[in-house]
């Protein structure tokens, strides 16, 4: 098993830009995640998605985009990439289980992002 | 709301000496998780440690040990005669349920920035 892919591992973007970050998954993992990690922040969840065809909102969804067509990949998509997105984005999946129990998070190499 | 605080925000010690990585959370949860995270100059994320919140056993793997203290909601990481390699920022998180399937969001500290110097 790969386990969690990630491309491109750097980008370079400038102000306006648009781009998508891949993350793929060959663990057959309901639960897919993304996080952005900013100095001194730790990481924040970006946005979420529990399955093909559902997706939601994490802590600081704003200038993002995901959809999940398939459960092996979950894009994250940069419509208008902006200084502020300048960041390193890991993405994350798991089995989903009964409640009250956990899921071990898998994570991705992370993409390192610079908006120029 | 969730909170993880790891106050310290950088430690340098000598190779060989014991060091201590502190962190608080904060839930309402009564069942949770929590996490150690070791992020190397590579970049990638190394899962360390998960701790149930029912389970306040310590915990020792190597020169590494937890201690989990539910009364003062605090997780400490310890590692004991530090090595070069242990250099790396460490992070400290707490789980929540973010679905009905069993879920769970990560909310991390900010990290510990250690550095071992030979």
């Known amino acids: 098993n790969a386990g969690v892919t990630q491309t491109p591992k750097f980008q370079v973007l400038k102000t306006g830009q648009s781009m998508t970050l891949q993350c793929a998954q060959d663990?057959?993992?309901?639960?897919m995640s993304w996080y952005r990690q900013d100095p001194g922040m730790g990481l924040r969840l970006i946005h979420y998605?529990?399955?093909?065809?559902?997706?939601d909102q994490g802590e600081v969804p704003n200038g993002y985009n995901v959809s999940r067509s398939t459960t092996e990949d979950f894009p994250l998509r940069l419509l208008s990439a902006a200084p502020s997105q300048t960041s390193v984005y890991f993405c994350?999946?798991?089995?989903?289980?009964?409640?009250?129990?956990?899921?071990?998070?898998?994570f991705g190499p992370g993409t390192r992002l610079t908006v120029l | 709301a969730q909170k993880v605080t790891q106050a310290q925000t950088e430690i340098s010690v000598v190779e060989k000496e014991d060091v201590t990585l502190d962190c608080v959370y904060e839930?309402?949860?009564?069942?949770?998780?929590l996490f150690w995270y070791k992020q190397p100059p590579s970049g990638e994320l190394v899962f360390l440690i998960r701790?149930?919140?029912?389970?306040?056993q310590n915990e020792i793997s190597g020169r590494y040990s937890w201690n989990f203290q539910k009364s003062t909601s605090s997780f400490n990481f310890t590692i004991t005669a530090s090595q070069v390699v242990d250099s790396a920022v460490y992070f400290c998180?707490?789980?929540?349920?973010?679905?009905?399937?069993?879920?769970?969001?990560?909310?991390f500290g900010t990290g510990t920035r250690l550095t071992i110097i030979p």
């Open positions: 994350a999946s798991s089995y989903a289980g009964l409640a009250g129990g956990y899921n071990e998070q898998f």
């Open positions: 663990m057959n993992h309901e639960y």
């Open positions: 998605s529990v399955g093909a065809g559902i997706t």
């Open positions: 839930t309402r949860d009564t069942t949770y998780y």
């Open positions: 701790r149930n919140s029912f389970d306040e």
């Open positions: 998180a707490l789980s929540e349920p973010i679905s009905n399937f069993g879920n769970e969001k990560l909310t």
